[in-house]
């Protein structure tokens, strides 16, 4: 059975950096495209960045030029490195994953969700 799981989050200043992990159980991340969604209060949740099995990614314009995607698949680990981060980046993270490797922001195409983890920006 395949399982995520996110940690990092956590309570920063605006303008601070934080870095999201995504541990994948029950899989092989390589196989996998990976993505980071979000939801913040009251809102749906929302596609933040993609990678796929090449290293290609692809970013909300919301975050581009300051979130970055990444993975490690020794370590069947995805991360986030958020920097500059804003308020209106506060929400629950979640980390998705899905077996084939198009870098897709729908959400549909995830077949694989983790828990969340929450992050909050003060100003």
């Known amino acids: 059975q395949v399982q995520l799981v996110e940690s990092g989050g956590g309570l920063v200043q605006t303008g601070g950096s934080l870095i999201l992990s995504c541990a994948g159980f029950g899989c092989t991340f390589s196989s996998y495209a990976l993505g980071w969604f979000r939801q913040a209060p009251g809102k749906e949740r929302e596609f933040v960045a993609a990678?796929?099995?090449?290293?290609?990614?692809y970013y909300a314009d919301s975050v581009k030029g300051r979130f970055t995607i990444s993975r490690d698949n020794a370590k069947n680990t995805l991360y986030l490195q958020m920097n500059s981060l804003k308020a209106e980046d506060t929400a629950v993270y979640y980390c998705a994953a899905k077996t084939d490797h198009t870098p897709t922001p729908a959400q549909h195409a995830y077949d694989y969700w983790g828990q969340g983890t929450q992050v909050t920006v003060s100003s």
């Open positions: 990678i796929i099995w090449t290293g290609y990614t």
